[in-house]
């Protein structure tokens, strides 16, 4: 544990990628086994359940420190992280420990089962006798993932360091289901085992944004071109007849989606798909809100089902009669793609292909791309004809070149402190369009990104000092500041007071040029509603 | 009901009764100024009343103004109101500014905190009914490590960095901390460069305090002669030209705020130290406590939170609102002045 939370330290006080990868190569090389095991779990999301509900937590936590549960609350949403917050409060201490980061996740493993209060005095001990930066580990292995800057790719290269395996072998190997307390370093990592891959999705290819003029990338025979789809990436495997479906964050999914059961049989065994799970309502492609509908639940009805079915769009395929055909050029690979739809599709089976277009110009191309909202896509996907399929985000081959986003004129209204990196700013605001008299400002969006540093210390100063009203860590300010949202997608929505919902609105700019009289009004924001 | 001793007006705060100012925002005819912090000692004021050694740094940072200094302790009665300056132990030259009328007694704390950093004379609590204070650190996630301690996490760093071959870029503002900092810097290590606005301001410090040798740094510094050696900046030098004289170096910054992990990230410095001018919660709580008090008035920082938890611990408290701006403010206000 001791090296484990001196690696969390090292990792968190570094915005250097080189130093991170150092650092986490080092521990691979040093760590026990098991703690090796552990220490990929957590980093890659793979965290024991909770074994207590965080308001307990909150409750033994200001306890401990002697302060009121409101003061721990209002600390805990200045400094945005429940386990930074509770090594702050508790007093001091310079202890350190010398159990195994293994001993500390059996018994983080076992405290589920104990009563209350078992478990109060099992986190008293450790919270009284760590010293704060081992605290704070201790509490994060309890309470929720690390977000120290470090993705799965980067802890895979250290890993591929440590080990001299291929970082795609290994990228491979550290998906999917298993469980780290009961898989040894040795199985997980070092040996091959044929049997355990059946379930095993490839790492995903993502494409980069198109920084400039698509005519950068040459001539347009050289590439494929087809719509980008606004629904959840997923890979749909089909193996030893049974069906998995993984999406981009790798989690296996394949319950949430039970329309896709229907592959197994007519697509042959060995084979694995790329594509976009998207809502298919009324016969029609819907929004990414109707998909919403399906992604959070957990139990899938007959009437959800029914309202909202979905199919997948597909546009790859990796594995072919169980080989690995990624090497192959994209132009070879959708041939396969084309032949193997050409047999199984028909009307109800929910497989669609996302065709390709081909272009004599890029001019051509960009007059497609305007066309995206109308087939409820975000824009253009690029790919080079003769690219194998990568892995992880790599420049060069694949490009997603979306519309450009819808915007509107808003006036900021309120302001929320900032979490964690942002906590002692204003920098969550809300902002409100006028109604039709122009009398009132409506609240339709709320945007936390788009502004520079600089620009965030000036708003919140400003803020500081225009408040009118408090209402706990919100204020109201005075109407003044009018800025440029920008949002990828709009529909209507009764939850909502404007009664629209946008899609990751974000500011563009910060309009210094316009009074509030001259943002936009509810009725133009409809006027977008496609 | 009775005019308050002192009033918070769209100025600054107000005594009726003398007809004078404390630490104002807008211009006023008098002012009298805890401490010299650009969000304190503003320009414009007709005549300033502070504390001797806080004469020559307003006077650097304002120019040619019509200041008086004062002695601590020295009671100086303005229409019958009486004031006196008490060590407040921010930064050399703060003050607190008591005021008594029949028998009330008001203090203004300006800034303040109660280590002492063996620069600023050490805060001395003085007894009070209303006590007006600051709380930029007035949550309990804040508590300090004692100076000795940081300070040879420092030394340590420095050492590190330049057994690696690096050079050691401290961040810290040019009146205040950077002299906190030089105070304390192990001189067996290295030597110590500055930035100009940092050699300026010690400059007119020396007077006061026996600190270190330093060099500043100019177009004719060599940048072979800085490496291994330890340079201390403004925060406004982050991310400059200026800097990149220094490479390969490592950033690093000594601030109350560095608490939260999220802080150092955000600011893209390699390494946050602990370290503020400012009391932490509980020495917030001490200090209060130490002036008998009754009535609390909290101006700046976590205001809310700070102002209800001490109703619930029995005082009278309250918050209003000023343009001061604690640790942050500080960054701000430097900014604009020394990229000016």
New interface residues.
């Given amino acids: 544990m001791k090296a484990f939370a001196e690696l969390i330290k090292t990792l968190?006080?570094?915005?250097?990628t080189t130093l991170k990868v150092e650092a986490l190569t080092e521990y691979f090389r040093k760590a026990q086994p098991k703690d090796k095991v552990w220490t990929i779990a957590i980093l890659s999301h793979r965290r024991p359940p909770r074994p207590v509900n965080t308001t307990l937590m909150r409750e033994w936590a200001s306890e401990l420190?002697g302060?009121?549960l409101?003061?721990?609350e209002?600390?805990y949403h200045?400094?945005?992280?429940l386990a930074?917050?509770i090594a702050?409060?508790i007093p001091?201490s310079e202890k350190s420990t010398e159990k195994s980061l293994n001993q500390f996740l059996q018994e983080i493993i076992d405290l589920k089962k104990k009563p209350d209060e078992e478990k109060k005095e099992y986190l008293f001990e450790n919270w009284l006798n760590l010293n704060y930066y081992e605290r704070f580990v201790f509490t994060k292995l309890i309470t929720g993932s690390f977000r120290i800057?470090v993705s799965q790719k980067l802890m895979t290269r250290a890993l591929s360091r440590a080990t001299d395996i291929d970082e795609d072998i290994l990228a491979y190997k550290m998906m999917g289901n298993w469980e780290p307390s009961k898989i040894s370093f040795n199985k997980l990592i070092l040996e091959e085992h044929e049997e355990d891959f059946l379930s095993k999705p490839y790492p995903f290819y993502l494409a980069y944004a198109i920084e400039d003029e698509p005519h950068s990338l040459g001539d347009v025979a050289e590439w494929s071109a087809e719509h980008k789809w606004d629904g959840i990436r997923a890979q749909v495997i089909i193996r030893n007849d049974e069906l998995f479906v993984w999406s981009r964050g790798e989690e296996l999914v394949t319950d949430k989606y039970p329309e896709f059961e229907d592959f197994v049989g007519p697509i042959p065994n060995g084979t694995v798909l790329d594509g976009e799970i998207l809502p298919f309502p009324k016969g029609k492609i819907g929004t990414f809100k109707d998909l919403q509908t399906r992604i959070g639940r957990k139990n899938i009805t007959k009437k959800l089902l029914e309202k909202t079915p979905v199919i997948l769009k597909v546009y790859d395929i990796l594995e072919w009669d169980g080989d690995d055909i990624r090497e192959l050029a994209f132009e070879k690979r959708r041939d396969i793609l084309e032949r193997l739809y050409a047999e199984v599709s028909s009307e109800e089976f929910p497989l669609h292909l996302s065709e390709t277009i081909s272009f004599k110009n890029w001019q051509e191309a960009a007059a497609e791309r305007e066309n995206a909202r109308e087939v409820m896509s975000e824009g253009l996907m690029l790919k080079r004809l003769d690219s194998p399929y990568l892995v992880g985000r790599k420049k060069g081959d694949w490009w997603k070149w979306k519309v450009e986003p819808l915007t509107i004129d808003a006036v900021l209204t309120y302001a929320m402190r900032g979490h964690?990196?942002?906590?002692?700013?204003f920098t969550d605001y809300t902002f409100g369009l006028w109604d039709e008299e122009k009398e009132e400002l409506v609240t339709f969006a709320k945007a936390y990104s788009g502004l520079t540093?600089k620009e965030f210390?000036q708003l919140?100063?400003w803020i500081?000092?225009n408040?009118l009203e408090?209402f706990g860590p919100v204020r109201s300010v005075t109407p003044h500041h009018v800025f440029e949202i920008a949002f990828e997608g709009i529909a209507e929505s009764k939850r909502h007071k404007s009664g629209v919902a946008t899609r990751f609105p974000r500011i563009l700019r910060w309009r210094t040029d316009k009074k509030i009289e001259e943002a936009n009004t509810l009725e133009e924001l409809r006027a977008l509603i496609p | 009901m009775k005019t308050p001793l002192l009033a918070f007006n769209e100025k600054g705060i107000y005594c009726a009764q003398a007809d004078v100012y404390l630490d104002p925002w807008k211009p006023v005819k008098k002012a009298i100024i805890s401490h010299g912090h650009a969000d304190h000692a503003r320009w414009g004021h007709q005549k300033y009343i502070t504390h001797n050694s806080n004469v020559p740094i307003i006077k650097h940072r304002l120019g040619d103004i019509e200041v008086s200094g004062k002695e601590w302790n020295e009671t100086f009665t303005i229409n019958g109101v009486k004031f006196s300056l008490h060590p407040a132990g921010h930064i050399i030259g703060s003050s607190q500014i008591r005021v008594e009328y029949k028998g009330e007694v008001w203090v203004f704390t300006g800034d303040y905190k109660t280590e002492d950093d063996g620069v600023a004379v050490p805060y001395e609590p003085v007894k009070c009914h209303t006590f007006i204070t600051e709380c930029t650190f007035g949550l309990p996630a804040f508590k300090w490590t004692p100076q000795e301690h940081v300070m040879r996490d420092i030394n340590t760093w420095w050492q590190q960095n330049k057994d690696d071959g690096k050079t050691s870029v401290l961040f810290g503002y040019s009146l205040g901390k950077a002299q906190r900092l030089l105070k304390h810097l192990d001189t067996s290590i290295g030597s110590i460069y500055t930035h100009g606005a940092i050699e300026n301001m010690t400059e007119v410090l020396r007077p006061q305090v026996d600190f270190p040798e330093t060099t500043r740094i100019t177009k004719e510094t060599k940048k072979e002669e800085i490496k291994g050696n330890i340079v201390l900046a403004p925060p406004s030098a982050h991310g400059s030209t200026w800097i990149r004289k220094m490479v390969p170096y490592v950033t690093a910054s000594a601030s109350g705020w560095m608490t939260f992990r999220g802080a150092r990230r955000r600011r893209a410095i390699d390494k946050g130290f602990v370290l503020s001018d400012h009391c932490d919660w509980q020495g917030l709580l001490e200090a209060i406590k130490e002036t008998g008090c009754e009535k609390v008035i909290c101006t700046h920082g976590y205001t809310d939170i700070f102002s209800r938890f001490l109703r619930e611990q029995g005082y009278d408290a309250r918050t209003e609102d000023t343009q001061y701006e604690g640790e942050t403010g500080q960054l701000e206000s430097e900014n604009e002045k020394e990229s000016a």
């Fill in positions: 968190d006080s570094t915005n250097k420190a302060i009121p409101w003061l721990f209002e600390s200045i400094v945005g992280d930074e917050t702050l409060v001091r800057g964690g990196r942002r906590s002692n700013l540093d210390r919140d100063a500081k000092r408040t408090r």
